[in-house]
C-alpha cells in the first residue's frame, strides 16, 4: 500500500505523513529530505543555484523512486506542477490532499525562513497565487481530500485513516 500526502507548503503532509505512518506500520518517506540528501544541500540554496525547471528535474526522479515502495510519502508542495507526477502518485496508491485557506498557512508560516517559495515581500499573497494556480492540480491529483482546518495532528490522521477505511484501502482498526 502506497500512500502520498500532497498539498502547499505549511498544510502538514511532513507532520500528520510521520503520525500517519506510525499508525499504519508503514515506512515513512518525506520528499524534501530525499532530495536535500540526493542534491547535497538545502533545496533553498539549489534553487537559488540553479533554478526551479533543475529542482523539478530532480525531484520528479526523487517521487518515481519513492513512488515504486509501499509507505506513506509527504511531497513536497509544488510536486503536482508537472503531469508526469500527477499520473505517478494519483496511479501509484491513494493520494491525500491536505487542503487549507492561504490565510490559515500565512497564520502557521509566518516565521518560516525556510521556504524558498514564501521569500517574498508578500507572503499571503504569494500563498494565494500558488493556493489558485495548485488547488485544481491537487484537486486532479488526490482521491481524498482532507480540509486541515485547524484540528490536531492526531484528529486529521484519524480523518485520513477513516476516509481509507471507508474506501476499502486499509482494515478497518478497532
Known sequence: MFISLIGLPGSGKSTVGRQLARRLQLPYADADQVLERRIGCPIREFFEREGEEAFRDVEEQVLDELTREPG????????????TNRQRLHERGKVVYLKSTPEELMRRLRHDTQRPLL???DPLQRLRE???TRDPLYR??????????RPSVATLVNMIVMQLELAGVVPQQD
Open 130 to 132: 500558488l493556493h489558485t
Open 140 to 149: 486532479e491529483t488526490a482521491h481524498f481530500v482532507i480540509d486541515i482546518g
Open 119 to 121: 521569500q517574498v515581500s
Open 72 to 83: 506513506v510519502l509527504s511531497t513536497g508542495g509544488g510536486a503536482v506542477l508537472r503531469a
